[in-house]
């Protein structure tokens, strides 16, 4: 700790003086008028009355003059290392992508330096590491005050593309001044031209570097799909132990869809983990971003081509493809169409736009032009799905008595149009099969056969159908077969249980050909009428490559680009437009922000991800002092807490006394003490003094849910609320006694305390008191809006309920009558009665729907706990009423009513009903 | 007489405390001797309005006592009979004197006030169950039936002026019932001598007390000068808190004192607080007056 102003701490000699100064003469009296003044004549204190101020108040205000003393010399904590030389400090910043992660803490970090030098009196400058957004190179700022400079460190953020410390290696070579510091700030990744930057801070001075520690540089990569998951990718720096990461599955409008944990293990580089969405979630994917770290890095933007999957229907036989439950299509279109954006045609017009993938049912690929086009396809990525059929059995069968070639050479060559020699020779045969077929097809379980129609095999490991659960239901009963051969087993996806293939798969260049063995209708087998066709066709859809438009050389204008904190904004005003072509190959930088680039309907997506190597770990500068980032602590000036602190004490000291004067109320003097004791314990535990409270729960010591009760409000008033237990014991007792109903001991609650849904009831005798507790309000209305009752008894106080009751929200209430269903629910009544009978009771107006029609609170001033209320051996306690034992029996009526009412709702309502029930049944 | 406004808002609240609890009959084991008679029935044969049985006619009754409307039913003779109804004047009193207007921060209502309040409550009892009252002050006149309490309240007004804190001089019948409504922090001697007073008469009765919450607790703190309200000099007290034990115990030895001077002249004794419901002292009253309650 520092002291800026020390010879301030002279004033602390003072303080004796102080001390002789306060021992003041007590207080004067306060005059009170007093009607036993007689009896206080010649009462002797049982202490002695302390001549002078308490010694304790004293030692209070000593420490509050103390206080001031010390906050006015102006102590620093942590004021740190001095800046060696005596000119001005270079702050070297690195505002690349990686900086971005712990971007407050470096600027933390940095203003501490500015706090030293600014202490030193020296002038900075500053240099970011990184090109700017309108692409200028790195420079160095002007030499200047600290206090100039503090705004432009503010201003400065991270940007979204690596640093260049080539150029700004350069620019230190204009460095002129001498006897620098230089305090570095890496970003901590190795990146060209280190050296040249460690060499050229080198030359101008001693350099500290203050770098992140612990924290890992993460990189979110893109993932990679599969036929029913994505796999997600996370790269950073080596760490000496396992890391997680969470990485958020997001839509375009923010909404996070799944949270996958990632681990990445000791020393590693990359982690990977599965994600797992249903299509529809899937196709609303936009972009990964990584939990908690507001990174460009850590933000993976997915554009069209991740979601956008056009499917191409092809049936071979046209007129009937779309025929409900028999045509070629029809069950496709089922499976398919509520996912995938479904496109019909001929061949030659499916290929002339992009396509995911062509399924043809039952249609063989005999024209020569169609079987070049589609295999040129397949081979840029396409998938071909094909399904059996007779036509399909019939060429089989030509080609087998040709003894042509068929089946896709298991080589292909590269290049688009190469594979036309390998593909059949004959002229009409059907090369696009990923395996040879025999002749005519296999016919199970039909009239002619002995054998049973083959369900399924479960799926192999390696099959992207595999985990899809296989129904037992699930039946082929006809199928074209594969040419046995070594490496058939190879290629099948799906097998009968006999063994035979039922779906096959080969690549082609970058593509994929697939045949079902079978219909794509219910002809020859019930797999289309399952449900596992259709989570079949949904994998193989994902299964295919997306299509993002346009993959030519259009130039394409960026429209959101990344800030280096992964938040969506305006591009900069360096970016220029890219070539639809080069867009997912073009590294990030500031003419080429990461972002989404193109028209609204084809965007398509430039991650910093791209252009970024493997994360490699940068050597520090080598004879720099060393320093930590996160042991940077900012230096904390002291002097305005200790002056807040003596402010404080002063004011506690003033309330003091004043209470020693007496001239505190004794509630206030215990509110403003139960407020101060608060302030300090929050105090104390934001400074993290204090131990986390632990919350008990205290177990209720008769567990209310056990058994039905009535309740009663506790009003702090023991009269009162004796009164309330001895009248619901009462009332509890009698209704007992005359119906089905069992009713244990009542039970005493506040409300905002204790839970309340447990009773059915509850009994609010008001009592004149103070402003209500708004949580105790809180707690009622809360009541009252779940179906409880509350019944409010002002006992003849109507003034007291106003003031109780402010803020309960009562509904609009009419004066009960002896048609309602409260007089009606047990007996008939047309009096409702306690210790006084005649004061009307007010009940929810009967045409308010909400709640049931039943009413939430009941208002009246009959005191019905009084009338109630029994003693010990159950006889009636306190005084007769004024109507004697009847007006008592009228009372507990009343209250049968009351708990009917709150039992069973409106059930009893339709007893209102039953003369109008009678008369519509003919009575 | 006109009857102030409130006045009249005063009996109103009084009336609507009493309408709490059954109309009061006093227990009046000597109600022989005060020679009222009154409206309402004491369940036997005696003097009064009202009709209670027919008897058959016996030789010696007075011809003018047979009923000749219920004979002429039948073909014999029958007397009426009325119910022996008596009542009992049962007087008020309550200290108008300085020390009663006065109520500290803790109280809602001063002293006088919430003795009016019980005073007119037990009389609107007083009134349902039958009984006479009357105001003891010079000049009051035994008051029933239904505008008494009216009346009652107005005379209550007019005997705010005798701020003496003593019992007026006035003629009291033997075996009256007395209610004395004061803070009775005079001193017990004081006290003593007019108990023996009223004892030898004899009249007895009951002795409600009202304190101020203040004046039970001592709440205050610090150093206070306390200012008396009739006359006494002011008393510095360095630190209240100091001497507030001894002054619980003057007070309960003031409060103790009263109760054995008011049992030994035949009185019964109660405390009241004013930031107390005034419901719970008029309980008290009523139990002091009623005739025990027989035993179910």
């Known amino acids: 700790m520092v002291f800026v102003e020390p010879w301030l701490l002279l004033a602390l000699v003072a303080l004796p003086m102080l001390w002789w100064l306060l021992r003041v ?59 060696p030389g005596s000119g001005p400090v270079l702050l070297v910043l690195d505002d690349g992508w990686a900086a971005a992660a712990d971007w407050q803490q470096r600027l933390a970090a940095a203003e501490t330096v500015l706090d030293r030098a600014e202490r030193a009196g020296r002038p900075v400058a500053l240099l970011g590491l990184a090109h700017s957004e309108t692409d200028a190179a790195p420079t160095l700022s002007p030499v200047m005050p600290v206090a100039d400079l503090r705004p432009r460190l503010a201003a400065l953020r991270p940007k979204p593309w690596p640093d260049d410390r080539v150029a700004a290696a350069a620019a230190l070579g204009a460095w002129q001044q001498a006897d ?75 909404r996070t869809l799944a949270r996958v944990g990632i681990t990445v293990p000791a020393g590693a580089t990359n982690g990977e983990a599965a994600l797992q969405l249903p299509p529809e979630l899937r196709n609303q994917l936009a972009q990964l971003v990584l939990a908690g770290v507001p990174s460009a890095g850590g933000v993976m933007m997915l554009d069209e081509s991740w979601r956008r999957r056009p499917v191409g229907l092809v049936a071979g036989d046209a007129t009937t493809a779309d025929t409900p439950l028999s045509g ?72 087998a ?134 989570q079949m066709m949904q994998r193989l859809v994902q299964l295919s490559a997306g299509v993002a438009t346009p993959a030519n050389d259009t130039l394409l204008a960026p429209a959101v680009a990344l800030d280096g904190f992964g938040q969506p904004s305006a591009p900069p005003p360096a970016a220029t437009a890219l070539p639809a072509s080069q867009v997912a190959r073009t590294a990030a930088s500031p003419r080429h922000p990461p972002g989404l680039y193109g028209p609204e309907n084809g965007r398509q997506a430039l991650n910093l991800a791209t252009g970024i190597g493997p994360l490699v770990v940068g050597a520090p500068v080598a004879g720099a002092r060393q320093e930590a980032l996160d042991a940077t602590l900012r230096e904390q000036a002291l002097g305005p807490w200790l002056l807040a602190a003596a402010v404080a004490l002063l004011a506690i000291d003033l309330l003091l006394a004043l209470s020693l004067r007496g001239l505190l109320r004794p509630t206030s003097l215990r509110r403003a003490t139960v407020s101060l004791v608060v302030l300090a314990g929050l105090g104390l535990a934001s400074l993290g003094l204090a131990t986390p409270a632990q919350a008990q729960s205290a177990v209720p010591p ?58 059915p009831l509850l009994y609010w005798p008001v009592v004149a008191q103070g402003t209500p507790d708004p949580g105790m309000i809180a707690a009622l209305n809360d009541y009252m809006g779940h179906g409880g009752i509350v019944l409010i008894d002002t006992r003849g106080d109507d003034s007291a309920l106003a003031q109780a009751a402010r803020g309960l929200e009562v509904p609009r209430l009419v004066q009960l009558s002896s048609d309602h269903v409260l007089a009606r629910s047990f007996y008939l009544l047309d009096s409702f009665p306690g210790r006084t009978a005649d004061a009307p009771v007010w009940v929810q107006r009967d045409q308010d729907r909400s709640n049931d029609s039943v009413s939430p609170v009941i208002i009246g001033a009959n005191n019905w706990a009084s009338a109630w209320a029994v003693d010990a051996a159950g006889r009636p306690a306190g005084p007769d009423l004024p109507g004697g034992a009847r007006q008592r029996t009228l009372a507990y009526r009343f209250g049968v009513n009351l708990v009917m009412y709150a039992l069973t709702g409106n059930y009893k309502g339709d007893q209102v009903h039953v003369p109008a029930i009678l008369e519509r049944l003919g009575q | 007489m006109a009857i102030a406004a409130s006045d009249r808002a005063t009996a109103r609240r009084a009336e609507a405390l009493g309408a709490m609890l059954p109309p009061l009959m006093v227990a009046a084991e000597r109600v022989a001797a005060t020679v009222a008679q009154g409206v309402h029935g004491r369940r036997r044969v005696g003097q009064g309005d009202s009709f209670w049985q027919f008897r058959p006619y016996v030789h010696g009754d007075a011809l003018g006592r047979i009923d000749w409307r219920q004979s002429a039913r039948g073909d014999r003779a029958f007397v009426r009979e009325t119910e022996w109804e008596a009542a009992q004047t049962v007087l008020l009193w309550r200290d108008a004197s300085a020390s009663m207007r006065w109520r500290s921060a803790a109280a809602s209502t001063e002293k006088l006030a919430r003795a009016d309040l019980l005073l007119l409550a037990l009389a609107a009892l007083l009134l349902r169950g039958g009984e006479r009252v009357r105001l003891l002050a010079p000049g009051a006149r035994n008051l029933s039936g239904r505008h008494a309490l009216d009346r009652l309240a107005a005379e209550l007004a007019l005997t705010d002026a005798d701020t003496s804190g003593q019992l007026p001089q006035s003629q009291l019948p033997r075996h009256a019932k007395l209610v004395l409504i004061s803070d009775f922090l005079a001193p017990l001697p004081e006290i003593e001598a007019m108990l023996a007073g009223l004892a030898a008469v004899p009249v007895s009765g009951h002795l409600l007390q009202v304190l101020d919450p203040a004046e039970a607790d001592l709440p205050y703190v610090g150093r206070v000068r306390f200012r008396g309200l009739e006359r006494e000099s002011d008393t510095l007290v360095p630190r209240v808190e100091g001497i507030r034990e001894a002054y619980g115990k003057a007070l309960a030895r003031q409060v103790d004192g009263l109760t054995s001077l008011a049992r030994a002249a035949g009185f019964s004794h109660a405390l009241h607080r004013t930031d107390h419901p005034p419901g719970t002292a008029l309980l008290g009253l009523y139990g002091a007056l009623a005739p025990a309650r027989m035993p179910r």
């Open chain 1, 25 to 83: 003469t007590p207080p004067t009296p306060r005059t009170e008028a007093f009607p036993a003044i007689r009896l206080l004549a010649g009462l002797r204190a049982n202490e002695e009355t302390p001549a002078h101020t308490p010694l304790w108040l004293l030692a209070l205000r000593l420490l509050a003059a103390g206080l001031v003393v010390v906050g006015l010399a102006r102590p620093v904590l942590r004021a740190g290392a001095e800046l």
């Open chain 1, 180 to 254: 620098t510091a230089v305090v570095y700030l890496p970003d901590g990744l190795a990146r060209d031209g280190d050296a040249a930057l460690a060499s050229a801070m080198e030359r101008i001075g001693p350099v500290a570097e203050i770098r992140a520690a612990a924290s890992a540089a993460r990189l979110v990569l893109a993932p990679r799909a599969e036929a029913d998951r994505l796999i997600l990718r996370l790269a950073q720096t080596p760490q000496p132990h396992a890391t997680d990461a969470n990485i958020l599955a997001q839509t375009g409008d923010g």
């Open chain 1, 328 to 399: 070629q299509l029809y069950y496709l279109r089922q499976a398919l169409g509520p996912t995938t954006e479904l496109r019909e045609g001929d061949i030659a017009t499916l290929l002339s736009r992009d396509i995911a993938v062509i399924v043809l049912a039952d249609r063989p690929v005999t024209d020569p032009h169609e079987r070049d086009a589609l295999a040129a396809w397949v081979r840029r990525g396409g998938l071909l799905l094909r399904f059996a059929g007779p036509r399909t059995a019939e060429i089989s069968a030509d080609m």
């Open chain 1, 401 to 534: 008595e040709n003894g042509a070639a068929t089946g896709v050479p298991e080589q292909p060559t590269d290049g688009l149009n190469g594979g036309r020699p390998e593909i059949g020779a004959a002229p009409d045969s059907d090369a696009l099969l990923p395996v040879r077929l025999l002749a005519g097809d296999r016919q199970m379980g039909g009239a002619m056969s002995w054998s049973k129609p083959a369900g399924l095999a479960p799926f192999l490991a390696d099959s992207p159908f595999n985990g899809l659960p296989v129904p037992p239901e699930v039946t082929v009963t006809e199928q074209v077969l594969a040419e046995p051969n070594a490496d058939l087993a190879a290629h099948s996806w799906a097998t009968l249980a006999d063994g035979t293939p039922l779906v096959t798969a080969t690549s082609l260049g970058a593509g994929r050909i697939v045949l079902f063995h079978t219909t794509a209708n219910a002809d020859w087998s019930n797999l289309p009428l399952s449900g596992l066709f259709v």
């Open chain 1, 702 to 759: 008769d567990f209310p849910a056990l058994l039905t009760r009535l309740a009663y409000l506790v009003t702090g008033d023991r009269a009162v609320d004796s009164t309330s237990q001895a009248g619901l014991a009462g009332l509890s007792d009698y209704v007992n006694r005359r119906t089905n109903a069992n009713l244990g001991a009542p039970a005493a609650v506040q409300p905002g305390r204790d839970d309340l849904s447990f009773y």
